[in-house]
């Protein structure tokens, strides 16, 4: 079974299925009808999605993990958005664009917890790149919480390209650059405009091909020791900084 179709944990299976994707059957560990789950099958049967009980050995195969809690949803593909579904959403909302792009974060926690974190911020869309980039897994819907169901991704070929498309639509682009001297404070740089703010790899950070098609560089101040945050970490920083500039 293709596991980038199954969501697991019961805050994202109820999330799946509030939103916008199918969910075509709910599994259920035997002995787990309790709590938050009795409110997950209760909407499950409302929908007349079928509930099919499994022991745990066929549900952590199912989940292709163990922090399943006892519940798992098989659903329809993910509907990519591209990057022009993005602004015209911030359009139709009557916003100026709050886009992030994030170039080459595999780790799916993180791209979980950023995504998690850029539905609360207000983040109209995230761009991913298709290569070199954690795809929306199994584990990537359990660590948003279901906050992927109600933003739009997009994953597009080639990052630099896309930035330049959307730099023609009068978008400013931040790259998080932590290493660079000449990089300005979050908190001393206006983003209160259309932005776009590009992370990169926790490793080697934002590639120089696309750090050359960005406007500004930017950086979190630092005091202690340690010289650099986790991707998810410093992504909501920044997320949250533009929250509070644009009021």
């Not at 075509?24 to 560990?29: D, F, R, T, V």
């Not at 989940?63 to 993005?86: K, L, M, T």
């Not at 740089?189 to 406007?215: I, N, R």
Request: net charge positive.
């Amino acid at each position: 079974m293709d596991t980038e179709n199954i969501v697991f944990g019961r805050n994202p299976v109820l999330e799946a299925l509030r939103g916008n994707r199918t969910v075509e059957k709910i599994y259920i560990l035997k002995g787990s009808r309790e709590g938050s789950a009795i409110k997950i099958l209760a909407v499950a049967k409302d929908k007349k999605i079928p509930i099919i009980e499994v022991d745990r050995q066929k549900l952590e195969k199912i989940c292709s993990s163990s922090s399943h809690q006892g519940i798992a949803a098989a659903v329809n593909d993910f509907v990519y958005s591209s990057p022009r579904e993005i602004l015209n959403f911030a359009e139709q909302k009557g916003e100026k664009p709050f886009i992030l792009i994030l170039d080459g974060v595999t780790d799916p926690h993180n791209l979980g917890a950023i995504i998690r974190t850029a539905n609360a911020c207000g983040v109209h869309g995230i761009i991913l790149p298709k290569r070199n980039s954690c795809a929306l897994t199994a584990t990537v819907f359990k660590s948003a919480a279901g906050a992927c169901e109600f933003m739009k991704i997009s994953r597009v070929s080639n990052i630099a390209e896309t930035i330049r498309t959307l730099k023609k639509e009068n978008v400013w682009i931040y790259a998080a650059d932590g290493e660079n001297e000449t990089s300005t404070n979050i908190y001393e740089t206006d983003m209160t405009g259309s932005a776009a703010v590009v992370l990169g790899d926790e490793g080697k950070g934002v590639s120089q091909g696309v750090l050359k098609e960005c406007d500004f560089k930017i950086k979190i101040p630092m005091k202690g020791e340690i010289s650099s945050l986790n991707v998810s970490v410093a992504g909501g920083v920044i997320l949250y900084e533009i929250l509070r500039q644009r009021g």
